[in-house]
């Protein structure tokens, strides 16, 4: 069947699609406060928040910053004076009611739920928008526990984020573990980390993110049905 009993699931890009929440939250923003999105502008707010992420990822931002931050970046400037706060609740409040699946997940799901295996989501999103959209998309029909940074204190790929983990499983034998996601800056390097192995997922018809050769990664799956055979194998 398995030779794991605990598949610890990425949320973003890897079970939910974050490019379409995304866009649609950032739309309503952009509406919401007077101005009008175009392409060029959602291109260039997704850049400074990935940048912004890599930089909290490591520390050198806090949480705050980057909510403010990467809203200032994009659409303020001389002249345009920009709430980054305010418009960073607004892009949440339209984020947390979505719960847009990546085509095929949700059957993916469904049938690895029926089987003997304990599956977790963890992710290093706010809370309060990961909540929302995990309700949205009514992913406790397949998974035991979220686990969500914001409420643990620790960030992937913190080795601490695992601990947490077993220690609620109560399970230290971390051969039992399969980390499953899509960036090797939290999810590959979490597995890293922790000492349990990792499978680099790419949506179907998306490719591996750059420099994944230099990692130590134990699968790859490319869509759901290369990812059943790892899982399942
Ligand atoms: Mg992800």
């Known amino acids: 069947m398995s030779k794991y009993r605990y598949i610890l699931f990425d949320l973003d890009e890897t079970i939910l699609d974050f490019k379409k929440t995304e866009q649609y939250a950032l739309r309503g923003a952009i509406s ?17 928040n990935k940048s912004l992420w890599l ?3 490591k520390g050198e931002i806090t949480r705050e910053e980057l909510k403010r931050m990467r809203f200032e970046t994009v659409f303020g400037g001389p ?11 607004s892009y949440m409040d339209h984020m947390a009611q979505t719960g847009f699946f990546i ?14 295996l304990r599956l977790f989501i963890i992710t ?19 998974v035991e526990k979220v686990f969500i940074s914001e409420e643990m204190g620790r960030v992937k790929p913190d080795p601490e984020y695992t601990e947490q983990i077993i220690e609620y499983i109560g399970d230290p034998d971390r051969s039992n573990y399969l980390i ?9 390097m979490l597995a890293e980390n922790s000492g349990m192995d990792c499978c680099l997922f790419a949506a179907e018809g998306k490719t591996f993110p750059a420099g994944y050769e230099l990692h130590d990664i134990t699968y790859k799956a490319n869509g759901y049905d290369e990812l059943m055979a790892v899982i399942c194998q």
């Open 32 to 48: 919401d406060f007077g101005m009008e999105s175009s392409p060029e502008i959602e291109e260039l707010y997704s850049k400074v």
């Open 55 to 57: 930089r909290f990822e």
């Open 79 to 89: 002249g345009k004076d920009i709430d980054g706060l305010a418009m960073n609740q």
């Open 103 to 116: 085509p095929g997940a949700e059957s993916f799901l469904e049938k690895l739920s029926k089987t003997d």
């Open 124 to 142: 290093n999103g706010l809370s309060y928008t990961q909540s929302g959209r995990i309700r949205e998309a009514g992913l406790a029909r397949f």
């Open 180 to 188: 499953v996601g899509d960036s090797l800056s939290s999810d590959i």
